[in-house]
């Protein structure tokens, strides 16, 4: 059994919806097993500078419907260097600190793995919170459905919009290295055409499908375009097919940071709560340097090593099957 007394909690990077019932498990499930627990706010930059909060379990009470993350978050460039590193473990030392719990992206599992290579005697367990679901070792993150929920709402309305006066709109989401949200959200909304980073060669396929949609008189079209797409993104597509398709009018939505916001849905609060148990529960069996993650419905602990070196890839039977769906 470990002999862990204190572990400390963060979330890193971009916020999720769900992140909330993550700190909430974390926190309560290591009060059962008779530890402290020490919020750390502002992620690694709080770390640096000491932003400690000692959390009971009240302090987590009434969070599980609040978007965002009551412990804040920020990205720290001083974490990336060796002396914002060892300041960093000064600080967990001097507050008896013995373990820490970190939510957040692959930039902040990177940290947390750079950060164990160096210091052996504080172990690290990650958590994936990232709307944008592209972190290997996990089937989906905190945030993803939520995410995906706002993006749904958001389309269909703005089909409503779109059929009323005949146009063309491109639809911009979050996915800046990655085109899990942008896949999804298409087929959900049935996207006249999806854009990810992932797949070449789309804008020209697009051009094609245009003149196809064009001579079936459709009454509107949606394009849903990864903000990572490689042709510059929705503003650069729709300007070229402003030139090339002069019939068409053509809109732009960005749908932006609302993706990241609002209420988690039921499925990010469960699987939050179930990764932020699991993560106290692999540091009672002395685990360390590895991510907490479902595979299959089931929970899998990842080596950092693994989640960082390894890119997760989108399903091809998806694609392929967005394809046949848009015609």
């Known amino acids: 059994m470990s002999k ?4 400390g909690v963060l979330t890193s990077g971009g916020d999720a919806p769900g992140m909330n019932a993550a ?23 709080g770390m640096i500078y000491k932003h400690f909060t000692h959390l009971k379990v009240y302090s987590v009470s009434d969070v599980l419907a609040k978007g965002g993350t009551i412990l804040k ?8 260097t060796a002396e914002g590193r060892k300041q960093a473990y000064d600080n967990l030392k001097e507050e008896g600190i013995d373990a820490v719990v970190v939510i957040g992206g692959d930039g902040s599992l990177t940290g947390a793995r750079v950060f164990c290579d160096e210091y052996y005697d504080i172990p690290f367990i990650g958590i994936p919170g990232t709307i944008d679901n592209d972190i290997y070792g996990t089937d989906y993150t905190i945030g993803y459905d939520t995410a995906q929920n706002t993006v749904v709402e958001a389309v269909d309305k703005i089909r409503d919009t779109a ?4 146009r063309l709109f491109f639809i911009e989401v979050m996915g800046r290295d990655a085109g899990f949200i942008a896949l999804k959200t298409g087929i959900a ?84 709560s179930t990764l932020g148990y699991e993560a106290v529960q692999a540091l009672l069996d002395d685990q360390k340097s590895v991510m907490v993650g479902f595979h299959n419905g089931e929970i899998d602990l990842v080596p950092f090593r693994k989640v960082i070196k390894i890119k997760k890839k989108v399903d ?3 694609l392929e099957m967005a394809d046949v769906l848009s015609i």
């Open 4 to 7: 862990i007394k204190k572990i």
């Open 23 to 45: 700190i909430r498990a974390v926190t309560r499930t290591a009060i059962f097993n008779n530890m402290e627990v020490v919020g750390i706010r502002h992620g690694y930059h």
């Open 73 to 80: 978050t920020a990205r720290s460039q001083e974490f990336m």
């Open 163 to 166: 059929s009323s006066h005949n």
């Open 189 to 272: 909304c049935g996207a006249e055409a999806i854009l990810i980073p992932e797949v070449e060669g789309q804008v020209e396929n697009l051009q094609n499908f245009l003149e196809k949609g064009n001579k079936r008189k459709k009454s509107s079209n949606i394009i849903i375009v990864a903000e990572g797409e490689k042709s510059g993104g929705a503003f650069a597509i729709a300007e070229k097919v402003k030139e090339d398709f002069k019939e068409y009018s053509v809109r732009v939505s960005i749908l932006g940071h609302i993706q990241r916001g609002g209420a988690p849905s039921a499925f990010d609060r469960v699987s939050a």
């Open 316 to 318: 091809p039977a998806q």
